[in-house]
Nanobody, 112 residues
Framework: QVQLVESGGGLVQPGGSLRLSCVAS???????MAWYRQAPGKQRDFIAD???????NYADFVKGRFTISRDDVKNMVYLQMNNLKPEDTAVYYC???????WGQGTQVTVSS
């Protein structure tokens, strides 16, 4: 089991950027990691994942705008979000699928 804690959410104007961080309570070396999001009244959607070897995969709606990365020394996973749109408003969750673990989420609101 691993505990995950996200941070970095907030209010940003359309076209702005945010960087989300996720810290794990133990080593995530050799573990695939992922980001998801859930808007009010909607299902939780996959955003991106990154394998233990650094291979990344993105949902079509974030390609070219979001970048997932990891720092295994710090047990951290990041989500750089650029050119944010109002429809990106959601709670963003970090996940460690191999452990079945989710963070508590961090709110991102894109509004002028």
């Amino acid at each position: 089991q691993v505990q995950l804690v996200e941070s970095g959410g907030g209010l940003v104007q359309p076209g702005g950027s945010l960087r989300l961080s996720c810290v794990a309570s133990r080593s995530i070396l050799n573990s695939d990691m992922a980001w998801y999001r859930q808007a009010p009244g909607k299902q939780r959607d996959f955003i991106a994942d990154i394998t233990s070897t650094g291979i990344t995969n993105y949902a079509d709606f974030v390609k070219g705008r979001f970048t997932i990365s990891r720092d295994d020394v710090k047990n951290m996973v990041y989500l750089q979000m650029n050119n944010l749109k109002p429809e990106d408003t959601a709670v963003y969750y970090c996940a460690a699928p191999i452990f079945g673990s989710w963070g508590q989420g961090t709110q991102v609101t894109v509004s002028s």
